[in-house]
């Protein structure tokens, strides 16, 4: 489903990802964990090519991309719309309703059938929770409904890989559950998915594989028992032992 070789980037002198390999499998859930700073969401934003790689290869259902050379604006596009990106602070658009919101990626970028889109967006909204807010305006949703409308806006381009950055960072305490709750209901239906979290507890419940990143490099991976309960790197037992 994802195979990541190689993959490099740098910001200016800065190397952020130095030569990660990755292997993903239809209806996994990777989870990334590590310090701020270590690479996660650039690795994250590098697989749908927010961020261009300076090297590496990526390939996502079946569409790959070498980034050894200048990928095209059509291979980036391709590989775009085989993910949805679900951010940190929500990104709605604050003039557009819920509905609005869903049915904006659909209808404008894949020129899909507005009526069809509608009621797709409808469906997506109960998914998770809020088939009676489906005419709010993010100013009257809470943190934890905006970025529940987040993820049903990245599931009405039908991906096949769902990216999740930091989704609860910004929320309350009270409103974190509500959009794990959403997450976990995804996993469950054998979506696949790669989540950048601070949230030990979802890592624990959901990931088939957890990923300890620092300073651009996979330090350690494993089933979230392998990495939680016995660690072997001695900085995953330092960065484990901080924030459980």
């Known amino acids: 489903m994802i195979s990541i070789k190689g993959l490099t980037k740098r910001f200016d002198q800065l190397e952020v990802l130095k030569g990660m390999d990755v292997e993903v499998d239809k209806g996994q859930v990777i989870v990334l964990i590590g310090p701020s700073g270590s690479g996660k969401t650039t690795f994250l934003r590098c697989l749908n090519a927010l961020e261009i790689p300076n090297d590496g290869t990526v390939s996502i259902g079946g569409t790959t991309v070498d980034f050894t050379k200048k990928a095209s604006r059509q291979e980036l596009l391709q590989l775009r719309r085989k993910t949805g990106m679900v951010f940190q602070n929500y990104n709605l658009f604050p003039h557009m309703t819920a509905l609005e919101n869903v049915m904006e990626g659909p209808t404008v970028v894949q020129k899909r059938n507005k009526s069809e889109t509608r009621k797709k967006a409808i469906q997506l909204l109960e998914k998770v929770g809020l088939g009676d807010k489906v005419d709010y305006y993010p100013f009257q949703l809470s943190g934890g409904q905006q970025q529940r409308v987040g993820i049903a806006r990245a599931l009405a381009i039908e991906p096949e890989v769902m990216l999740f950055d930091e989704p609860t960072s910004a929320l309350d305490p009270e409103l974190i559950g509500e959009v794990l709750k959403v997450m976990k209901d995804l996993a469950e239906e054998g ?36 990495v939680f309960e016995n660690p072997t790197n001695e900085r995953t037992k330092q960065f484990l032992n901080l924030i459980q």
């Open 191 to 226: 979506m696949t998915m790669v989540v950048v979290t601070h949230e030990m507890r979802f890592a624990k419940e959901a990931a088939d594989k957890v990923i300890f990143m620092d300073g651009g490099h996979i330090v350690e991976e494993g089933t979230p028992q392998e």
